[in-house]
Nanobody, 115 residues
Framework: QVQLVESGGGLVQPGGSLRLSCAAS????????MGWYRQAPGKQRELVAT???????NAADSVKGRFTISRDNAKNTVYLQMNSLKPEDTAVYYC?????????WGQGTRVTVSS
């Protein structure tokens, strides 16, 4: 049974930084795509950034230049470094792992950007 456990959310002022982590367990994790999605109140869940096991990344235009996704395959962990945070980044952030044909989700971690 695959489990994804997120950590690192919280309250931060505009312009601040946070680092999210997602530790995966319970599966053969060598070939997969991992990433982060977010869902703001009243909105649909949207892509933030993804990274393949080979290290190829993809990110939403709204976070390019501010957020960086990375992963440590030895620790089965994916990270999201978020800098220059804006109030519109406020959302619940969900870790995702896609290992065809399955997609797994974490429980979510809340990020609030407010002064």
């Amino acid at each position: 049974q695959v489990q994804l456990v997120e950590s690192g959310g919280g309250l931060v002022q505009p312009g601040g930084s946070l680092r999210l982590s997602c530790a995966a367990s319970g599966s053969s994790l060598s070939i997969n795509r991992m990433g982060w999605y977010r869902q703001a109140p009243g909105k649909q869940r949207e892509l933030v950034a993804t990274i393949t096991s080979a290290g190829s990344t993809n990110a939403a235009d709204s976070v390019k230049g501010r957020f960086t996704i990375s992963r440590d395959n030895a620790k089965n962990t994916v990270y999201l470094q978020m800098n220059s945070l804006k109030p519109e980044d406020t959302a619940v952030y969900y870790c995702m792992m896609a290992q065809s044909p399955y997609v797994y989700w974490g429980q979510g971690t809340r990020v609030t950007v407010s002064s």
